[in-house]
């Protein structure tokens, strides 16, 4: 005779089964996190372009802050070239063969190798010819003189009187008479200048020649 044990279908109870609250799992916790997750990730990638994106912005606006620099210290210089070409050719002077005197503004002003200008501001200027041989390229600044014959100025980019774009130009002129064997009545003008850049706490240089010739019949 066979016996059968009874079954029980009683419903179970979570609470008693769990009295300490052991069951954790939540599927819409789990969504929730993985949501927070995606929102980091998006907002790191975000922070990441907009720094690139600013980071483009100011290198874009040095190189346009450098390139007025350039383009108005360019405009000055080709000012003082254009000033000494127009003097009467047998009143343009040219360079000493060596430093006059101990390189003081009196010893050019003694010699007579010297050229009057106007400055950035208007003002009369005296330039004094650096000595020979003048650059057939462009050379190192730091080889060049510290005399007299160096001339240096501040100018104002804007013009407004404010020095927060303020630049520095420094020059050296060179004019040589190419008069001999096929030439005649012909003088060269070299021009080496350097002017300053700022880019954030740092000042940069940089440096160009400009070189034209002058014959006793005016060139432009």
């Not at 190189?63 to 108005?72: N, P």
């Not at 063969?97 to 400055?119: E, I, Q």
């Amino acid at each position: 005779m066979q016996h059968h044990r009874p079954s029980f279908h009683a419903p179970l109870d979570r609470k008693a089964a769990f009295p300490d609250g052991i069951l954790t799992y939540s599927p819409k916790r789990r969504a929730r996190a993985l949501t927070l997750i995606e929102v980091m990730f998006a907002f790191a990638i975000l922070t990441m372009v907009l720094l690139g994106v600013l980071q483009g912005m100011l290198q874009s606006r040095r190189q346009t802050e450098g390139s007025v620099r350039q383009a108005s210290v360019a405009s000055l210089v080709q000012g003082y070239l254009e000033q000494i070409k127009t003097v009467p050719y047998e009143n343009i002077k040219t360079s000493p063969s060596a430093t006059p005197g101990t390189g003081l503004l009196s010893d050019w002003t003694t010699a007579g190798n010297t050229v009057g200008a106007k400055d950035s501001t208007q003002a009369d200027t005296i330039i004094c010819l650096a000595a020979l041989p003048a650059p057939t390229t462009l050379p190192l600044i730091s080889s060049l003189p510290t005399d007299a014959s160096l001339h240096t100025e501040g100018v104002d980019i804007d013009n407004i009187g404010s020095a927060t774009d303020n630049t520095t130009l420094s020059m050296w002129v060179w004019i040589t008479d190419l008069t001999g064997g096929n030439v005649a009545n012909c003088k060269s003008i070299v021009i080496v200048y350097q002017w300053t850049v700022k880019d954030g706490g740092r000042i940069r240089y940089y440096s160009a020649m400009m070189r034209t010739v002058r014959s006793a019949i005016p060139t432009d």
